[in-house]
Protein backbone atom coordinates (compact mmCIF):
# COMPACT_ATOMS: atom_id res chain seq x y z
CA UNK A 1 0.00 0.00 0.00
CA UNK A 2 1.00 3.36 -0.70
CA UNK A 3 0.50 6.74 0.07
CA UNK A 4 0.90 9.82 -1.54
CA UNK A 5 1.34 13.19 0.20
CA UNK A 6 3.66 16.14 0.35
CA UNK A 7 4.13 19.10 -2.12
CA UNK A 8 6.50 18.40 -5.59
CA UNK A 9 9.14 21.08 -4.94
CA UNK A 10 11.98 21.59 -7.40
CA UNK A 11 13.44 18.96 -10.09
CA UNK A 12 17.07 18.44 -9.74
CA UNK A 13 16.79 16.06 -12.45
CA UNK A 14 14.26 13.22 -13.51
CA UNK A 15 12.95 13.24 -9.96
CA UNK A 16 10.20 15.74 -7.96
CA UNK A 17 11.10 16.26 -4.47
CA UNK A 18 8.27 15.77 -2.00
CA UNK A 19 8.61 18.52 1.02
CA UNK A 20 6.51 20.25 3.09
CA UNK A 21 3.21 21.43 1.16
CA UNK A 22 3.74 24.88 2.09
CA UNK A 23 6.63 27.56 2.55
CA UNK A 24 5.76 29.35 6.32
CA UNK A 25 5.46 33.34 6.06
CA UNK A 26 6.36 35.93 8.34
CA UNK A 27 4.11 36.86 11.25
CA UNK A 28 3.42 39.91 9.75
CA UNK A 29 2.02 38.59 6.18
CA UNK A 30 0.02 36.18 8.39
CA UNK A 31 -2.05 38.66 10.72
CA UNK A 32 -2.79 40.26 7.50
CA UNK A 33 -3.80 37.26 5.62
CA UNK A 34 -5.83 36.65 9.08
CA UNK A 35 -7.34 39.87 8.69
CA UNK A 36 -8.67 39.50 5.57
CA UNK A 37 -10.00 36.60 6.28
CA UNK A 38 -12.10 37.86 8.92
CA UNK A 39 -13.23 40.59 6.81
CA UNK A 40 -14.13 38.01 4.14
CA UNK A 41 -17.95 38.27 3.03
CA UNK A 42 -18.87 36.38 0.00
CA UNK A 43 -22.19 35.17 -0.21
CA UNK A 44 -24.74 33.86 2.24
CA UNK A 45 -23.85 30.08 2.40
CA UNK A 46 -20.80 28.65 4.07
CA UNK A 47 -18.01 27.03 1.96
CA UNK A 48 -18.18 23.89 0.72
CA UNK A 49 -15.88 21.32 2.57
CA UNK A 50 -16.08 19.12 -0.45
CA UNK A 51 -16.62 19.18 -4.16
CA UNK A 52 -16.38 17.14 -7.11
CA UNK A 53 -13.50 17.40 -9.01
CA UNK A 54 -10.75 18.46 -5.73
CA UNK A 55 -9.86 17.71 -2.45
CA UNK A 56 -11.34 19.76 0.38
CA UNK A 57 -9.73 22.90 0.50
CA UNK A 58 -7.48 23.40 3.26
CA UNK A 59 -6.26 19.83 3.86
CA UNK A 60 -2.85 19.68 2.59
CA UNK A 61 -1.69 16.78 1.25
CA UNK A 62 1.14 16.61 4.00
CA UNK A 63 -0.47 18.16 7.20
CA UNK A 64 1.79 21.37 7.33
CA UNK A 65 -0.44 24.43 8.11
CA UNK A 66 2.72 26.63 8.85
CA UNK A 67 1.43 29.38 5.84
CA UNK A 68 -0.90 31.17 4.94
CA UNK A 69 -4.06 30.10 3.18
CA UNK A 70 -6.32 31.68 1.05
CA UNK A 71 -9.79 31.95 2.89
CA UNK A 72 -12.73 29.60 1.99
CA UNK A 73 -15.08 31.73 -0.47
CA UNK A 74 -18.77 30.41 -0.29
CA UNK A 75 -19.77 28.08 -3.06
CA UNK A 76 -22.28 29.60 -5.39
CA UNK A 77 -25.10 27.60 -7.34
CA UNK A 78 -23.45 25.54 -10.24
CA UNK A 79 -25.16 27.47 -12.58
CA UNK A 80 -23.97 31.12 -11.99
CA UNK A 81 -22.12 32.64 -14.55
CA UNK A 82 -19.25 35.38 -13.83
CA UNK A 83 -20.22 38.90 -14.19
CA UNK A 84 -19.27 39.83 -17.92
CA UNK A 85 -19.33 43.21 -18.92
CA UNK A 86 -20.19 44.43 -22.22
CA UNK A 87 -18.93 47.11 -24.85
CA UNK A 88 -19.87 50.30 -23.35
CA UNK A 89 -21.65 48.90 -20.44
CA UNK A 90 -19.12 50.56 -17.48
CA UNK A 91 -19.42 49.65 -13.70
CA UNK A 92 -17.48 51.48 -10.94
CA UNK A 93 -15.25 48.19 -11.18
CA UNK A 94 -15.15 48.67 -15.35
CA UNK A 95 -13.84 52.27 -15.15
CA UNK A 96 -10.97 51.14 -12.35
CA UNK A 97 -10.46 48.40 -14.67
CA UNK A 98 -10.04 50.25 -17.37
CA UNK A 99 -7.80 53.40 -15.68
CA UNK A 100 -5.06 50.60 -14.29
CA UNK A 101 -5.45 48.51 -17.76
CA UNK A 102 -4.84 51.42 -19.90
CA UNK A 103 -1.69 53.01 -17.69
CA UNK A 104 0.73 50.88 -19.89
CA UNK A 105 2.04 47.22 -19.75
CA UNK A 106 3.58 47.81 -16.63
CA UNK A 107 1.35 46.97 -14.22
CA UNK A 108 1.85 46.63 -10.18
CA UNK A 109 -0.62 45.89 -7.64
CA UNK A 110 -0.02 44.65 -3.72
CA UNK A 111 3.63 44.07 -4.62
CA UNK A 112 2.78 42.10 -7.84
CA UNK A 113 3.97 42.65 -11.30
CA UNK A 114 1.09 41.85 -13.53
CA UNK A 115 1.09 40.84 -17.20
CA UNK A 116 -0.25 44.12 -18.41
CA UNK A 117 -0.44 43.66 -21.72
CA UNK A 118 -1.54 39.80 -21.54
CA UNK A 119 -4.72 40.73 -19.28
CA UNK A 120 -5.60 44.08 -21.21
CA UNK A 121 -7.00 42.48 -24.15
CA UNK A 122 -9.56 40.37 -22.97
CA UNK A 123 -10.44 43.11 -20.21
CA UNK A 124 -11.25 45.52 -23.59
CA UNK A 125 -12.93 43.22 -25.19
CA UNK A 126 -15.73 43.24 -22.85
CA UNK A 127 -15.64 46.80 -21.94
CA UNK A 128 -13.48 46.09 -18.99
CA UNK A 129 -16.26 44.66 -17.07
CA UNK A 130 -14.85 42.51 -14.34
CA UNK A 131 -14.29 38.63 -14.46
CA UNK A 132 -13.97 37.96 -10.76
CA UNK A 133 -15.67 40.23 -8.51
CA UNK A 134 -18.75 43.15 -9.36
CA UNK A 135 -19.43 46.29 -7.69
CA UNK A 136 -21.27 45.20 -4.38
CA UNK A 137 -17.95 43.00 -3.98
CA UNK A 138 -16.80 39.47 -4.78
CA UNK A 139 -19.29 37.49 -7.47
CA UNK A 140 -20.15 34.21 -7.42
CA UNK A 141 -17.33 33.39 -10.02
CA UNK A 142 -15.39 34.71 -7.73
CA UNK A 143 -15.98 32.98 -4.87
CA UNK A 144 -15.63 29.64 -7.15
CA UNK A 145 -11.99 30.48 -7.99
CA UNK A 146 -10.44 31.32 -4.69
CA UNK A 147 -12.32 28.01 -3.39
CA UNK A 148 -10.03 26.39 -6.67
CA UNK A 149 -7.14 28.39 -6.05
CA UNK A 150 -6.89 26.82 -2.65
CA UNK A 151 -7.84 23.07 -3.63
CA UNK A 152 -5.50 23.42 -6.64
CA UNK A 153 -2.59 24.78 -3.63
CA UNK A 154 -3.61 21.85 -1.37
CA UNK A 155 -2.91 19.37 -4.10
CA UNK A 156 0.14 20.92 -5.35
CA UNK A 157 0.51 23.91 -7.16
CA UNK A 158 2.83 26.03 -5.44
CA UNK A 159 4.50 28.48 -8.37
CA UNK A 160 2.32 31.29 -7.76
CA UNK A 161 2.16 31.54 -3.93
CA UNK A 162 3.02 35.27 -4.04
CA UNK A 163 -0.25 35.82 -5.83
CA UNK A 164 -2.12 33.99 -3.53
CA UNK A 165 -0.86 35.83 -0.30
CA UNK A 166 -1.86 39.14 -2.01
CA UNK A 167 -5.62 37.61 -3.52
CA UNK A 168 -6.05 36.76 0.79
CA UNK A 169 -4.98 40.71 1.51
CA UNK A 170 -7.83 42.03 -0.53
CA UNK A 171 -10.36 39.43 -0.01
CA UNK A 172 -12.41 42.14 2.05
CA UNK A 173 -12.28 44.04 -0.74
CA UNK A 174 -14.91 46.97 -0.89
CA UNK A 175 -14.21 49.99 -3.51
CA UNK A 176 -14.06 50.42 -6.85
CA UNK A 177 -10.58 49.97 -7.24
CA UNK A 178 -9.86 47.32 -4.36
CA UNK A 179 -12.55 45.07 -6.60
CA UNK A 180 -10.61 45.60 -9.37
CA UNK A 181 -7.13 45.14 -7.86
CA UNK A 182 -8.79 42.04 -6.17
CA UNK A 183 -9.98 41.13 -9.98
CA UNK A 184 -6.33 41.63 -11.96
CA UNK A 185 -4.70 39.34 -9.06
CA UNK A 186 -7.46 36.80 -9.27
CA UNK A 187 -6.82 36.59 -13.48
CA UNK A 188 -3.18 37.04 -13.06
CA UNK A 189 -3.13 33.86 -10.20
CA UNK A 190 -4.68 32.18 -13.09
CA UNK A 191 -2.56 32.91 -16.34
CA UNK A 192 -0.11 32.46 -13.93
CA UNK A 193 -0.81 28.91 -13.17
CA UNK A 194 -1.75 27.61 -15.93
CA UNK A 195 1.54 29.08 -18.09
CA UNK A 196 3.63 27.34 -20.55
CA UNK A 197 1.47 24.16 -19.37
CA UNK A 198 -0.30 22.96 -22.53
CA UNK A 199 -3.67 25.00 -21.81
CA UNK A 200 -5.47 27.53 -23.47
CA UNK A 201 -3.64 30.98 -24.76
CA UNK A 202 -4.34 33.87 -21.83
CA UNK A 203 -6.71 35.78 -23.86
CA UNK A 204 -8.74 32.83 -25.13
CA UNK A 205 -9.11 31.45 -21.22
CA UNK A 206 -9.77 34.67 -19.55
CA UNK A 207 -12.19 35.06 -22.36
CA UNK A 208 -13.99 31.58 -21.81
CA UNK A 209 -13.65 32.66 -18.09
CA UNK A 210 -16.77 34.67 -18.40
CA UNK A 211 -18.55 32.03 -20.12
CA UNK A 212 -20.64 29.15 -18.98
CA UNK A 213 -20.17 27.58 -15.54
CA UNK A 214 -17.36 28.86 -13.51
CA UNK A 215 -17.32 25.71 -11.22
CA UNK A 216 -16.81 23.57 -14.34
CA UNK A 217 -14.16 25.72 -16.12
CA UNK A 218 -12.24 26.31 -13.06
CA UNK A 219 -12.51 22.70 -11.98
CA UNK A 220 -10.76 21.82 -15.34
CA UNK A 221 -8.19 24.56 -15.92
CA UNK A 222 -7.25 24.67 -12.21
CA UNK A 223 -7.20 21.01 -11.34
CA UNK A 224 -7.55 19.83 -7.53
CA UNK A 225 -5.98 16.59 -8.19
CA UNK A 226 -2.19 16.03 -6.79
CA UNK A 227 -1.38 13.90 -10.63
CA UNK A 228 -1.69 17.17 -12.39
CA UNK A 229 0.48 18.98 -10.12
CA UNK A 230 2.94 16.53 -9.83
CA UNK A 231 3.28 16.52 -13.75
CA UNK A 232 2.83 20.57 -13.58
CA UNK A 233 5.97 20.53 -11.43
CA UNK A 234 7.81 18.56 -13.50
CA UNK A 235 7.61 20.30 -16.92
CA UNK A 236 9.98 23.33 -16.62
CA UNK A 237 13.26 20.45 -16.41
CA UNK A 238 11.52 18.66 -19.68
CA UNK A 239 11.07 21.95 -21.10
CA UNK A 240 14.83 22.53 -20.20
CA UNK A 241 15.64 18.99 -21.64
CA UNK A 242 13.71 19.68 -24.51
CA UNK A 243 15.36 23.14 -25.35
CA UNK A 244 18.97 21.76 -24.31
CA UNK A 245 21.37 19.93 -26.68
CA UNK A 246 19.78 16.33 -27.13
CA UNK A 247 20.02 13.79 -25.60
CA UNK A 248 22.91 11.09 -26.46
CA UNK A 249 21.69 8.08 -28.10
CA UNK A 250 22.24 4.18 -27.56
CA UNK A 251 23.25 2.57 -31.02
CA UNK A 252 21.49 -1.03 -31.54
CA UNK A 253 22.77 -4.06 -30.92
CA UNK A 254 23.60 -7.05 -28.88
CA UNK A 255 22.24 -7.32 -25.35
CA UNK A 256 24.63 -5.20 -23.03
CA UNK A 257 24.84 -6.55 -19.60
CA UNK A 258 26.93 -5.72 -16.12
CA UNK A 259 30.76 -7.15 -16.75
CA UNK A 260 30.71 -6.35 -20.46
CA UNK A 261 32.68 -4.36 -22.18
CA UNK A 262 31.58 -2.32 -25.11
CA UNK A 263 32.03 1.12 -27.58
CA UNK A 264 28.21 1.50 -26.72
CA UNK A 265 28.39 1.36 -22.62
CA UNK A 266 29.88 5.32 -23.13
CA UNK A 267 26.61 6.23 -24.66
CA UNK A 268 24.66 4.64 -22.26
CA UNK A 269 26.46 6.11 -19.33
CA UNK A 270 26.16 9.49 -21.14
CA UNK A 271 22.52 9.07 -21.61
CA UNK A 272 21.36 8.18 -17.81
CA UNK A 273 23.70 10.86 -16.83
CA UNK A 274 21.64 13.67 -19.14
CA UNK A 275 18.31 12.34 -17.23
CA UNK A 276 19.83 12.17 -13.88
CA UNK A 277 19.52 8.27 -12.91
CA UNK A 278 23.49 8.32 -12.96
CA UNK A 279 25.69 10.90 -11.41
CA UNK A 280 26.75 14.07 -13.76
CA UNK A 281 30.19 14.26 -11.56
CA UNK A 282 32.07 11.06 -11.90
CA UNK A 283 35.76 10.69 -12.64
CA UNK A 284 36.22 12.19 -15.86
CA UNK A 285 37.91 8.74 -16.69
CA UNK A 286 34.52 7.38 -16.29
CA UNK A 287 32.71 8.92 -18.46
CA UNK A 288 33.54 7.85 -21.59
CA UNK A 289 34.22 4.15 -20.07
CA UNK A 290 33.16 1.06 -21.72
CA UNK A 291 33.14 -0.83 -18.71
CA UNK A 292 29.07 -1.96 -18.10
CA UNK A 293 29.64 -1.64 -14.23
CA UNK A 294 27.72 -1.55 -11.09
CA UNK A 295 26.89 1.73 -10.83
CA UNK A 296 25.79 1.70 -14.78
CA UNK A 297 23.60 -1.07 -13.94
CA UNK A 298 21.82 0.19 -10.83
CA UNK A 299 21.42 3.84 -12.67
CA UNK A 300 19.58 1.40 -15.80
CA UNK A 301 17.11 -0.25 -14.11
CA UNK A 302 15.91 3.29 -12.09
CA UNK A 303 15.24 4.15 -15.78
CA UNK A 304 13.80 0.87 -16.53
CA UNK A 305 11.73 1.15 -13.59
CA UNK A 306 10.59 4.68 -14.18
CA UNK A 307 9.37 3.31 -18.00
CA UNK A 308 7.34 0.40 -17.19
CA UNK A 309 10.45 -1.96 -18.55
CA UNK A 310 11.62 -5.18 -16.58
CA UNK A 311 13.65 -4.00 -14.80
CA UNK A 312 16.50 -6.28 -14.78
CA UNK A 313 19.49 -4.10 -15.69
CA UNK A 314 20.32 -5.47 -18.81
CA UNK A 315 20.04 -3.09 -22.22
CA UNK A 316 18.01 -5.20 -24.96
CA UNK A 317 15.87 -3.79 -27.71
CA UNK A 318 12.73 -2.59 -25.94
CA UNK A 319 15.28 -0.51 -23.30
CA UNK A 320 17.16 1.04 -26.13
CA UNK A 321 14.13 2.66 -27.31
CA UNK A 322 13.01 3.67 -24.48
CA UNK A 323 16.38 5.69 -23.95
CA UNK A 324 16.33 6.74 -26.89
CA UNK A 325 12.88 8.78 -27.23
CA UNK A 326 13.72 12.44 -27.61
CA UNK A 327 13.53 15.03 -24.77
CA UNK A 328 10.93 16.48 -27.30
CA UNK A 329 8.72 13.75 -27.16
CA UNK A 330 8.75 13.31 -23.44
CA UNK A 331 7.77 16.92 -23.54
CA UNK A 332 4.80 16.25 -25.45
CA UNK A 333 3.72 13.26 -23.58
CA UNK A 334 3.80 15.40 -20.22
CA UNK A 335 2.17 18.28 -22.07
CA UNK A 336 -0.46 15.46 -23.72
CA UNK A 337 -1.32 14.01 -20.17
CA UNK A 338 -1.73 17.05 -18.18
CA UNK A 339 -4.64 18.22 -20.72
CA UNK A 340 -5.99 14.55 -19.94
CA UNK A 341 -5.28 14.99 -15.97
CA UNK A 342 -7.40 17.89 -16.73
CA UNK A 343 -10.75 16.41 -18.43
CA UNK A 344 -10.64 14.37 -15.61
CA UNK A 345 -10.32 16.62 -12.77
CA UNK A 346 -14.11 17.25 -12.58
CA UNK A 347 -14.89 13.71 -12.07
CA UNK A 348 -11.97 13.28 -9.26
CA UNK A 349 -14.00 14.16 -6.17
CA UNK A 350 -12.85 13.50 -2.76
CA UNK A 351 -12.92 9.93 -3.19
CA UNK A 352 -12.54 7.41 -6.35
CA UNK A 353 -10.69 4.76 -7.56
CA UNK A 354 -8.19 5.44 -10.77
CA UNK A 355 -6.69 2.42 -12.80
CA UNK A 356 -4.19 4.11 -15.30
CA UNK A 357 -5.08 1.60 -17.76
CA UNK A 358 -1.79 2.70 -20.32
CA UNK A 359 0.63 2.57 -16.27
CA UNK A 360 -0.98 -0.67 -15.71
CA UNK A 361 -1.71 0.31 -12.01
CA UNK A 362 -4.45 1.26 -9.65
CA UNK A 363 -4.77 3.80 -7.30
CA UNK A 364 -7.69 4.53 -4.68
CA UNK A 365 -7.53 8.05 -3.59
CA UNK A 366 -9.36 9.47 -0.55
CA UNK A 367 -9.15 12.89 0.70
CA UNK A 368 -6.20 13.83 -1.86
CA UNK A 369 -3.93 11.04 -0.69
CA UNK A 370 -3.58 7.54 -2.47
CA UNK A 371 -4.50 5.26 0.07
CA UNK A 372 -4.43 2.01 -1.59
CA UNK A 373 -2.00 0.99 -4.77
CA UNK A 374 -1.97 -2.11 -7.06
CA UNK A 375 -0.51 -3.19 -10.18
CA UNK A 376 -2.77 -4.45 -12.73
CA UNK A 377 -3.36 -6.60 -15.62
CA UNK A 378 -5.28 -4.77 -18.46
CA UNK A 379 -6.49 -5.69 -21.38
CA UNK A 380 -4.02 -6.84 -24.63
CA UNK A 381 -4.22 -4.83 -27.70
CA UNK A 382 -6.50 -6.49 -29.71
CA UNK A 383 -8.81 -6.54 -26.83
CA UNK A 384 -8.72 -3.42 -25.07
CA UNK A 385 -9.95 -2.41 -21.89
CA UNK A 386 -12.29 0.20 -22.20
CA UNK A 387 -12.05 3.48 -20.58
CA UNK A 388 -14.99 4.54 -18.66
CA UNK A 389 -16.55 5.57 -15.82
CA UNK A 390 -18.93 4.42 -13.14
CA UNK A 391 -19.74 2.95 -9.65
CA UNK A 392 -18.51 0.02 -7.58
CA UNK A 393 -21.57 -0.62 -5.60
CA UNK A 394 -20.75 -4.51 -4.38
CA UNK A 395 -18.24 -6.99 -3.78
CA UNK A 396 -19.08 -10.71 -5.02
CA UNK A 397 -16.25 -13.24 -3.59
CA UNK A 398 -16.09 -16.47 -5.01
CA UNK A 399 -18.02 -15.03 -8.28
CA UNK A 400 -19.32 -17.98 -11.06
CA UNK A 401 -17.65 -16.78 -14.13
CA UNK A 402 -19.96 -17.03 -17.40
CA UNK A 403 -17.29 -16.63 -20.16
CA UNK A 404 -17.97 -13.98 -22.78
CA UNK A 405 -19.28 -15.75 -26.15
CA UNK A 406 -15.69 -14.28 -28.07
CA UNK A 407 -13.54 -16.20 -24.93
CA UNK A 408 -16.18 -19.14 -25.40
CA UNK A 409 -15.53 -20.31 -29.02
CA UNK A 410 -11.67 -18.83 -29.05
CA UNK A 411 -9.95 -19.20 -26.44
CA UNK A 412 -11.66 -21.48 -24.54
CA UNK A 413 -11.83 -23.97 -27.38
CA UNK A 414 -8.05 -23.75 -28.14
CA UNK A 415 -7.62 -24.42 -24.49
CA UNK A 416 -9.48 -27.86 -25.24
CA UNK A 417 -7.93 -28.98 -28.15
CA UNK A 418 -4.51 -28.97 -26.45
CA UNK A 419 -6.22 -30.66 -23.22
CA UNK A 420 -9.07 -32.49 -23.99
CA UNK A 421 -9.94 -32.77 -19.66
CA UNK A 422 -9.21 -28.69 -19.45
CA UNK A 423 -13.43 -28.11 -18.87
CA UNK A 424 -13.00 -31.07 -16.75
CA UNK A 425 -9.92 -29.70 -14.59
CA UNK A 426 -10.85 -26.23 -14.02
CA UNK A 427 -14.61 -26.36 -13.16
CA UNK A 428 -15.88 -25.23 -16.70
CA UNK A 429 -19.78 -25.84 -17.23
CA UNK A 430 -21.70 -26.67 -20.49
CA UNK A 431 -25.30 -24.97 -20.92
CA UNK A 432 -27.35 -25.37 -24.05
CA UNK A 433 -28.13 -21.60 -23.80
CA UNK A 434 -28.07 -18.20 -21.70
CA UNK A 435 -30.82 -18.12 -19.90
CA UNK A 436 -31.68 -19.31 -16.02
CA UNK A 437 -33.33 -22.38 -16.77
CA UNK A 438 -30.68 -23.69 -19.55
CA UNK A 439 -29.80 -27.19 -19.38
CA UNK A 440 -26.35 -28.20 -18.59
CA UNK A 441 -24.59 -30.93 -20.62
CA UNK A 442 -22.30 -33.31 -20.11
CA UNK A 443 -18.67 -31.53 -21.67
CA UNK A 444 -16.90 -34.71 -22.53
CA UNK A 445 -20.30 -36.01 -24.43
CA UNK A 446 -19.61 -33.48 -26.96
CA UNK A 447 -18.05 -33.48 -30.33
CA UNK A 448 -15.73 -30.95 -29.92
CA UNK A 449 -14.22 -30.61 -33.24
CA UNK A 450 -17.20 -29.81 -35.22
CA UNK A 451 -17.25 -25.95 -33.84
CA UNK A 452 -15.12 -23.45 -34.14
CA UNK A 453 -15.24 -19.82 -33.58
CA UNK A 454 -17.81 -19.15 -36.33
CA UNK A 455 -19.78 -21.83 -34.79
CA UNK A 456 -20.12 -21.98 -31.18
CA UNK A 457 -23.69 -22.67 -29.85
CA UNK A 458 -22.80 -23.39 -26.00
CA UNK A 459 -22.66 -21.45 -22.70
CA UNK A 460 -19.69 -21.69 -20.58
CA UNK A 461 -19.46 -21.21 -17.06
CA UNK A 462 -16.67 -22.03 -14.59
CA UNK A 463 -17.29 -22.10 -11.31
CA UNK A 464 -16.17 -20.78 -7.69
CA UNK A 465 -12.55 -22.57 -7.17
CA UNK A 466 -8.46 -21.82 -7.54
CA UNK A 467 -8.87 -22.12 -11.05
CA UNK A 468 -11.72 -19.61 -11.48
CA UNK A 469 -10.04 -17.02 -13.99
CA UNK A 470 -12.07 -14.47 -11.92
CA UNK A 471 -9.72 -14.98 -8.78
CA UNK A 472 -11.20 -15.03 -5.44
CA UNK A 473 -13.33 -12.06 -6.16
CA UNK A 474 -14.81 -9.06 -8.73
CA UNK A 475 -15.62 -5.53 -7.71
CA UNK A 476 -18.68 -5.05 -10.24
CA UNK A 477 -19.80 -2.08 -11.62
CA UNK A 478 -22.52 -1.01 -14.99
CA UNK A 479 -20.51 -1.01 -18.13
CA UNK A 480 -21.47 -1.63 -21.63
CA UNK A 481 -18.73 -3.98 -22.12
CA UNK A 482 -18.87 -6.52 -19.73
CA UNK A 483 -16.00 -5.58 -18.10
CA UNK A 484 -14.78 -5.78 -14.00
CA UNK A 485 -12.13 -5.27 -11.59
CA UNK A 486 -11.22 -8.72 -10.42
CA UNK A 487 -8.09 -11.13 -9.10
CA UNK A 488 -6.20 -13.41 -11.20
CA UNK A 489 -5.12 -17.26 -10.32
CA UNK A 490 -2.28 -16.64 -12.20
CA UNK A 491 -0.08 -14.45 -9.93
CA UNK A 492 3.23 -14.57 -11.30
CA UNK A 493 2.32 -12.05 -14.32
CA UNK A 494 2.59 -9.09 -11.95
CA UNK A 495 6.22 -9.37 -11.65
CA UNK A 496 6.05 -8.31 -16.00
CA UNK A 497 6.56 -5.00 -16.86
CA UNK A 498 4.53 -5.44 -19.55
CA UNK A 499 1.26 -6.43 -18.18
CA UNK A 500 -1.34 -5.88 -21.31
CA UNK A 501 -2.22 -9.74 -21.16
CA UNK A 502 -6.22 -9.87 -20.19
CA UNK A 503 -9.36 -10.08 -22.62
CA UNK A 504 -10.26 -6.51 -21.46
CA UNK A 505 -11.12 -6.85 -17.65
CA UNK A 506 -8.68 -5.23 -15.39
CA UNK A 507 -6.64 -7.69 -13.06
CA UNK A 508 -5.33 -6.59 -10.15
CA UNK A 509 -2.97 -8.21 -7.72
CA UNK A 510 -4.08 -8.20 -4.23
CA UNK A 511 -7.81 -7.82 -4.71
CA UNK A 512 -8.70 -9.38 -1.20
CA UNK A 513 -6.35 -6.44 0.55
CA UNK A 514 -8.48 -3.77 -1.15
CA UNK A 515 -11.79 -5.91 -0.66
CA UNK A 516 -10.93 -5.67 3.21
CA UNK A 517 -9.77 -2.43 3.33
CA UNK A 518 -13.35 -1.06 1.90
CA UNK A 519 -15.01 -3.22 4.30
CA UNK A 520 -12.86 -2.22 7.38
CA UNK A 521 -15.76 -0.32 9.05
CA UNK A 522 -18.41 -2.61 8.71
CA UNK A 523 -18.64 -5.09 11.01
CA UNK A 524 -20.21 -7.71 8.96
CA UNK A 525 -17.43 -8.40 7.47
CA UNK A 526 -14.13 -8.31 9.71
CA UNK A 527 -10.83 -9.61 7.91
CA UNK A 528 -11.47 -13.20 9.58
CA UNK A 529 -14.78 -13.59 7.72
CA UNK A 530 -13.60 -12.40 4.41
CA UNK A 531 -10.40 -14.65 4.36
CA UNK A 532 -12.80 -17.50 5.51
CA UNK A 533 -15.69 -16.89 2.80
CA UNK A 534 -12.69 -16.87 0.17
CA UNK A 535 -11.25 -19.81 1.33
CA UNK A 536 -14.59 -21.90 1.58
CA UNK A 537 -14.87 -20.81 -1.93
CA UNK A 538 -18.69 -19.86 -0.79
CA UNK A 539 -20.22 -17.43 -3.58
CA UNK A 540 -21.50 -14.43 -1.34
CA UNK A 541 -21.78 -10.52 -2.40
CA UNK A 542 -20.45 -7.35 0.04
CA UNK A 543 -22.72 -4.60 -0.29
CA UNK A 544 -20.31 -1.14 -0.24
CA UNK A 545 -20.28 2.44 0.02
CA UNK A 546 -20.16 3.90 -3.66
CA UNK A 547 -17.31 4.26 -4.94
CA UNK A 548 -16.63 6.29 -8.30
CA UNK A 549 -14.50 4.32 -10.52
CA UNK A 550 -12.85 5.25 -13.33
CA UNK A 551 -10.60 3.56 -16.22
CA UNK A 552 -8.49 6.41 -17.57
CA UNK A 553 -4.91 6.13 -20.01
CA UNK A 554 -1.86 8.32 -18.75
CA UNK A 555 1.66 7.50 -20.60
CA UNK A 556 3.31 10.09 -17.99
CA UNK A 557 2.40 10.75 -14.44
CA UNK A 558 4.43 11.47 -11.19
CA UNK A 559 5.11 8.57 -8.44
CA UNK A 560 4.98 8.85 -4.87
CA UNK A 561 8.24 9.14 -5.02
CA UNK A 562 8.75 12.42 -7.09
CA UNK A 563 9.74 9.89 -10.00
CA UNK A 564 8.48 10.82 -13.52
CA UNK A 565 6.58 7.49 -14.98
CA UNK A 566 6.38 7.53 -18.72
CA UNK A 567 4.97 4.17 -20.29
CA UNK A 568 4.56 2.89 -23.61
CA UNK A 569 1.64 3.96 -25.65
CA UNK A 570 0.00 0.42 -25.91
CA UNK A 571 -2.94 0.99 -27.44
CA UNK A 572 -1.39 4.03 -29.60
CA UNK A 573 -3.84 6.62 -28.33
CA UNK A 574 -1.15 9.53 -28.18
CA UNK A 575 -0.76 9.18 -31.96
CA UNK A 576 -2.94 12.00 -33.32
CA UNK A 577 -4.39 13.49 -29.72
CA UNK A 578 -3.70 17.16 -28.84
CA UNK A 579 -3.47 19.46 -26.20
CA UNK A 580 -4.66 23.39 -26.93
CA UNK A 581 -1.75 24.41 -26.63
CA UNK A 582 -0.01 22.38 -28.96
CA UNK A 583 -0.92 24.30 -31.98
CA UNK A 584 -1.78 20.81 -33.45
CA UNK A 585 -1.59 17.02 -33.13
CA UNK A 586 1.00 16.18 -30.98
CA UNK A 587 3.23 13.87 -33.37
CA UNK A 588 5.15 10.78 -31.67
CA UNK A 589 8.33 9.64 -32.79
CA UNK A 590 8.44 6.55 -35.44
CA UNK A 591 10.50 4.28 -33.80
CA UNK A 592 9.32 5.31 -30.28
CA UNK A 593 7.90 2.94 -27.96
CA UNK A 594 4.29 3.05 -27.97
CA UNK A 595 3.97 2.28 -31.67
CA UNK A 596 1.24 -0.75 -31.85
CA UNK A 597 4.05 -2.46 -33.92
CA UNK A 598 7.05 -2.24 -31.58
CA UNK A 599 4.74 -2.45 -28.12
CA UNK A 600 5.63 -6.10 -26.42
CA UNK A 601 2.68 -7.04 -24.76
CA UNK A 602 3.38 -10.35 -22.82
CA UNK A 603 6.55 -12.12 -21.83
CA UNK A 604 9.79 -10.54 -20.84
CA UNK A 605 11.40 -7.33 -21.91
CA UNK A 606 14.17 -5.22 -21.85
Known amino acids: MTELRGEPGDLPSHRIAHGPARRALGPALAAKILVAAALLCLATQPASAERDGAPAPGAPLSGSTD ?99 AIAE ?13 DLLLSAAMLAATADSGDMPPTALLAAARK ?23 LPAYRQYAAGPAWPTVPAGPKLEKGMTDSRVAALRQRLMATGELSATPAEADIDSDVFDDALAAALRKFQASHGLDSDGKVGPQTIAALNVSAADRLNSILLNMERFRQLSPSMGARYLYVNVAGMELFLVEQG ?26 IDFNPTWVVPAKIARIDMLNHLRQDPSYFRSHNVRVFDGWSADAHEIDSESINWSQYGSGNMPFVLRQDPGPENALGPLKFDFANDYAVYIHGTPVQSLFSLGARALSSGCVRMEQPVDMAAYLLRNDPNWPRSRIDDVVRKATTVSAP ?63
Do not use: C
Open 67 to 165: TATLPSAASPPSTVQGTAGLPGQQTAVAGSLATRLGAGDSLEIAGQSLPGALLRDPYAAAGYGPIWTEDKGISPAGAVLIDQLQAAKSAGMSMIDPLLA
Open 170 to 182: HAGAKTPDDLADL
Open 212 to 234: GDPRAFVAIHLPGNFFYWGLRQA
Open 369 to 394: RVTFHNRVIVGRVDRKTPLLQSVIKR
Open 544 to 606: VPPLPVMLTYQTAWVDGEGTVQFRADIYGLDRGASYPGAGGDVAASAGAPGAPGTVAVGGKKS
